[in-house]
């Protein structure tokens, strides 16, 4: 894997349900920047599901990455800023009726 060099991390939507695919990037793409700050050195990946089913949304960072609790707290609290609401209030009727599902890759 390349080192992102001190860029911002990039995100990357691997797969999405309940909203069209390029309306859920573009709501998930500023957090780069806000991850930037969760980063202590080097390089690394995350796996990240957003799930909203019946008015409540569960974000989960995906077993495999080992992060420190003062990390792990960053990027919940950078993935919690998303407005998940306009999301699904944006997608079609037969979208919104299966709820909302994400899953992110973030890299840095």
């Known amino acids: 894997m390349a080192t992102n060099c001190g860029a911002a991390p990039r995100v990357f939507v691997e ?4 909203s069209a695919l390029a309306r859920t990037k573009a709501a998930f793409a500023p957090l780069g920047d806000r991850i930037d ?23 989960a960072i995906r077993p495999g990455r080992s992060l420190r609790v003062e990390q792990r707290r960053c990027v919940l609290e950078a993935l919690s800023t998303v407005d998940i ?13 299966s709820g909302f599902a994400v899953t992110l890759r973030v890299e840095w």
């Open 37 to 59: 700050e969760c980063q202590v050195g080097g390089s690394g990946t995350v796996q990240v599901s957003v799930e909203r089913h019946e008015g409540e949304t569960r974000i």
């Open 85 to 97: 609401d306009d999301l699904q209030s944006r997608a079609s009727p037969s979208e919104r009726a």
């Open 15 to 18: 797969r999405v349900e309940g």
